[in-house]
T-cell receptor, first 118, second 112 residues
Framework: AQKVTQAQTEISVVEKEDVTLDCVYE???????LFWYKQPPSGELVFLIR??????QNEISGRYSWNFQKSTSSFNFTITASQVVDSAVYFC???????????????FGQGTELSVKP | GAGVSQSPRYKVAKRGQDVALRCDPI?????LFWYQQALGQGPEFLTY????????KSGLPSDRFFAERPEGSVSTLKIQRTQQEDSAVYLC??????????FGDGTRLSIL
C-alpha cells in the first residue's frame, strides 16, 4: 500500500535558522513521483518540486534544497536561512505508476506546520 | 485569472441539504482532480477526470458524492443529504498530462 509519513507535526524556528522537514514514503511501485507543496494560511497549495523515482540527484533552488534517498525511502526538504514568509504547512506527496494512464492522483502526508519567528 | 478558480469560497449548509461546489480549471488543462481536506490533515483524493471522462472515483466516500465535468472544462462536485462529517475544505486541481497539479484556494464547507 502507498503511504506518506511526515512525523513532524509542528516545527518552530527563529528567523535565519536552517530547518529540515522529514518525509518518508511507502510504495510497491518502481515508477513514482514525489512532491512537496506549501500551504500558506490562504489555503492554496503551492507546488514546490517534483522528483521521479529514477532521479536521486539532490536539488537546490535558492534557499530550498531536497534530499531524495531511495535506500531509506525518504525525501527531505531543507530551508536554509528561514524567513517569516516561510511560515506555512508543508506537505509531502506521492504519485504512483504511469502518470498519464492513472491520472497521477496524489497521496499526501499529514503535513508539517512550520512557524518562523522574527 | 490564470489559476484554478473555485466557488463559493465558503459554504454553510444545514445537515440534510444538498450542496454544489464549482471548479474552473486552468484553460487547456486536461486533467482535473478533487480532494477533501479535513482540519489539520493532508488532502485526500476524491476523483479524477481526463477531459470529460471520470476515470477514477475510488476516493468518493459514499454515493452521496457525485462529480461531473460535462464539457471537459468546468467541474462540479455535488454532495447530497449533507452530514456533519462532510465538513472540510474541498480542493480542486488541474494539470496538463504528466505535469504537476495546480490547486485552487478551495471551498470551505461547514455543515451545521
Amino acid at each position: 500500500a502507498q503511504k506518506v509519513t511526515q512525523a513532524q507535526t509542528e516545527i518552530s524556528v527563529v528567523e535565519k535558522e536552517d530547518v529540515t522537514l522529514d518525509c518518508v514514503y511507502e510504495t510497491r511501485d518502481t515508477t513514482y513521483y514525489l512532491f512537496w507543496y506549501k500551504q500558506p494560511p490562504s489555503g492554496e497549495l503551492v507546488f514546490l518540486i517534483r522528483r521521479n523515482s529514477f532521479d536521486e540527484q539532490n536539488e537546490i533552488s535558492g534557499r530550498y534544497s531536497w534530499n531524495f534517498q531511495k535506500s531509506t525511502s525518504s525525501f527531505n526538504f531543507t530551508i536554509t536561512a528561514s524567513q517569516v514568509v516561510d511560515s506555512a504547512v508543508y506537505f509531502c506527496a506521492l504519485s504512483e505508476g504511469m502518470i498519464y494512464n492513472q491520472g497521477g492522483k496524489l497521496i499526501f502526508g499529514q503535513g508539517t506546520e512550520l512557524s518562523v519567528k522574527p | 485569472g490564470a489559476g484554478v478558480s473555485q466557488s463559493p469560497r465558503y459554504k454553510v449548509a444545514k445537515r440534510g441539504q444538498d450542496v454544489a461546489l464549482r471548479c474552473d480549471p486552468i484553460s487547456g488543462h486536461v486533467s482535473l482532480f478533487w480532494y477533501q481536506q479535513a482540519l489539520g490533515q493532508g488532502p485526500e483524493f476524491l476523483t479524477y477526470f481526463q477531459n470529460e471522462a471520470q476515470l477514477d472515483k475510488s476516493g468518493l466516500p459514499s454515493d452521496r458524492f457525485f462529480a461531473e465535468r460535462p464539457e471537459g472544462s468546468v467541474s462540479t462536485l455535488k454532495i447530497q443529504r449533507t452530514q456533519q462529517e462532510d465538513s472540510a475544505v474541498y480542493l480542486c486541481a488541474s494539470s496538463p498530462p504528466n505535469q504537476p497539479q495546480h490547486f485552487g484556494d478551495g471551498t470551505r464547507l461547514s455543515i451545521l
